[in-house]
């Protein structure tokens, strides 16, 4: 654990959170201090839930560790069960909790509670909220699974989905047309909206679909071990993983693989004409390991980009990630350091980059486009209308998500060109790039910060070549995604030469000169 600004996951215990806020009947008790019930806010304000999750804090204070808090547990555990009466109920501790050691399962398991209560070891300083998120749901489905027969027509369990999951409640609705459309049943659907009832009989279906390999992969290969129940291991995500997905089901349900795609646009769009402009365009690729493994397959292989650069930052998925980037030639990027990855991301070069909240961060700084493809993300990223990632219609949503952003940078790149033209003026309204820096000068507006000069001139011998006015108004018609570029590689090729001030006709000679 660290102190940082930004933070790609929080404690374990917010992924038990996540477990027991997606499902119904299942109430977390958590001894934790008052300042660890933060994690609220963040299903309440992300999500937009109308209630708070079904956690219960013992919130015990300063003053109270000189006394009995497990006597404050104990308590909170009765009150919560006659309050609440959950199916089953979850314990353990926060963060801080942890270092009082007081033993939350044994102490929960002494009072006797008339339902199954599954006490929850999550070191909160060697793991992080996905992994506590997976072992949550892993403990649950152990406690409460038990042997069934099978259902009489084809039936799946589609696992993985929680709260605060990235468009989970969309694809679980998108998956599940599919796979009806076939004539296989969805048994059950955990952890989102099932009941610990539910999990009881996750044994009865034929298979089981890990839609979020980060969570249900442990308890997919215990039901595998322990119910002769086999997963798929496609993830329906793009055109052509879901036509993969699909015949991987009809397979093990005994069913013919027909499915209609009808309503499927996204792959004759990324083929048409006013696409193909698109093609080959350097994309930068970083989340969810499962995720990002996937976004890059989609990328190169449906949208014609580039891939050069490909991460996560959650360890336990780093093998896959490291594996899809030693086939694309890359030197993966595995880290949870916002800065490091804005340094790789730098070096890369990209066009556009696909990831999260965080990496939205960086390319406003950058000055590159960006898409949303993965966890973490904020509110806006919670959308009210159907928009999956996963299935057909996913796909139709990826192409418009990464597409988008660059139409928008061309258009940001033809009015910054043209904006001298008489039919163009500054005063107009900043494009959406614009507005990114904040309240803008109207000499100012137009220009992007990777056109922008990085600060007053240094004096003395280490000053770098100056730039003329001239030039710094040629220099903005270079497209938006390879002027920074531009402008580093005419500095060093002035600065080889020994020019104190670069002009238009400097700018145009060095341009000649790393052209050969």
Not at 345 to 350: L, N, R, T, V
Not at 380 to 399: T, Y
Not at 411 to 422: A, C, G, I, N, Y
Not at 460 to 486: Q, S
Request: with cysteine; aromatic share 8%.
């Amino acid at each position: 654990m660290k102190l940082s600004l930004w933070t790609y996951e929080g404690p374990p215990h917010v992924g038990a959170m996540r477990i027991a806020t997606g499902m119904e009947g299942l109430h977390y008790v958590l001894h934790a201090p008052q300042g660890d019930t933060y994690a609220d806010l963040l299903f309440t304000m992300i999500e937009r839930r109308g209630a708070r999750p079904p956690v219960t804090y013992t919130t015990f204070q300063a003053q109270d560790l000189g006394a009995d808090t497990s006597t404050l547990f104990k308590d909170a555990c009765l009150a919560a069960y006659e309050r609440f009466r959950p199916e089953a109920m979850i314990v353990g501790a926060s963060c801080t909790a942890e270092l009082i050691q007081d033993d939350p399962g044994g102490l929960a398991e002494a009072l006797g509670l008339p339902i199954p209560v599954v006490a929850l070891e999550l070191p909160s300083y060697q793991r992080k909220e996905t992994w506590g998120a997976s072992e949550t749901f892993y403990q649950l489905v152990r406690r409460l699974a038990v042997p069934c027969a099978r259902t009489e027509r084809p039936s799946c369990n589609l696992l993985g989905p929680t709260a605060l999951g990235f468009r989970h409640r969309d694809d679980v609705v998108e998956i599940r047309r599919l796979l009806e459309s076939m004539g296989i049943a969805v048994n059950v659907v955990a952890p989102l909206g099932a009941r610990p009832t539910d999990l009881a009989r996750l044994g009865a279906a034929w298979f089981n679909v890990p839609l979020y390999p980060e969570i249900a992969e442990t308890a997919c290969r215990w039901l595998s071990r322990e119910h002769g129940q086999p997963a798929t291991s496609t993830l329906p995500y793009g055109a052509g993983a879901t036509r993969e997905f699909l015949a991987e089901t009809a397979a093990l349900a005994g069913v013919a693989p027909a499915w209609s795609e009808d309503g499927l646009r996204q792959p004759w769009w990324a083929a048409s004409v006013d696409s193909t402009y698109l093609t080959g365009k350097r994309v930068f690729v970083f989340g969810e390991g499962a995720r990002a493994v996937s976004a890059a397959r989609v990328a190169v292989e449906e949208m014609g980009f580039d891939l050069v650069g490909l991460g996560c930052w959650n360890r336990e998925a780093a093998r896959e990630v490291r594996a899809c980037a030693k086939r694309h030639g890359l030197e993966p990027t595995i880290t949870d350091d916002y800065l490091e990855l804005e340094a790789a991301i730098e070096a890369a070069g990209p066009e556009l980059i696909l990831g999260g909240q965080m990496e939205r961060h960086v390319a406003k700084r950058l000055g590159i486009p960006c898409a949303v493809i993965s966890s973490p993300f904020h509110v806006q990223d919670h959308p009210a209308r159907f928009s999956p990632q996963m299935g057909f219609e996913g796909a139709n949503v990826l192409f418009d998500t990464w597409i988008h952003p660059l139409v928008m940078g061309l258009e940001e790149h033809l009015l910054t060109m043209f904006r001298d033209d008489f039919e163009f003026h500054d005063a107009a309204g900043p494009s959406h790039l614009a507005t990114h820096g904040g309240p803008q000068s109207p000499a100012d507006r137009g220009a992007d910060r990777s056109s922008a000069p990085a600060g007053p001139a240094l004096a003395g011998p280490e000053a770098g070549p100056g730039w003329t006015e001239d030039a710094e108004r040629e220099l903005r018609k270079v497209p938006f995604f390879v002027r920074a570029k531009a402008r580093r590689n005419t500095e060093a090729y002035a600065a080889a030469r020994g020019l104190a001030a670069i002009g238009v006709d400097t700018l145009y000679e060095a341009k000649a000169h790393h052209a050969r």
